[in-house]
Nanobody, 128 residues
Framework: QVQLVESGGGLVQAGGSLRLSCAAS????????MGWFRQAPGKEREFVAA????????YYADSVKGRFTISRDNAKITVYLQMNSLKAEDTAVYYC?????????????????????WGQGTQVTVSS
């Protein structure tokens, strides 16, 4: 069982930055791949970024590539999402999730269905 708690959301002007954190509980954190997803009002939840269990591999949605950076600190059992050059269209509730790594240091799950545990979400609002 893994419990996830996001923090760091808030209101920021377009062009600004925020860093989201996701603190996990449980001793098996380092065995999970981690992902960030977001859901805007009236839209489906969408993939943002993911990182493998070891942190060696990452993957980003095209809409955030070059602006967002995912990282993890297994010693602190925390995953981060650094968001720069924010745009109004980045406004959404952001969720972190833990997914199976299948024993791989490089596997990065993309589909929502590959994630087993979810946080409660943190609101990010970008004003234009």
């Amino acid at each position: 069982q893994v419990q996830l708690v996001e923090s760091g959301g808030g209101l920021v002007q377009a062009g600004g930055s925020l860093r989201l954190s996701c603190a996990a509980s449980g001793r098996t954190f380092s065995s999970y791949a981690m992902g960030w997803f977001r859901q805007a009002p009236g839209k489906e939840r969408e993939f943002v970024a993911a990182i493998s269990a070891s942190g060696e591999s990452t993957y980003y949605a095209d809409s955030v590539k070059g602006r967002f950076t995912i990282s993890r600190d297994n010693a602190k059992i925390t995953v981060y999402l650094q968001m720069n050059s924010l745009k109004a269209e980045d406004t959404a509730v952001y969720y972190c999730a833990a997914g199976k790594s299948y024993g791989s240091d490089h596997y990065v799950p993309l589909p929502l269905s590959h994630y087993d545990y979810w946080g409660q979400g943190t609101q990010v609002t970008v004003s234009s």
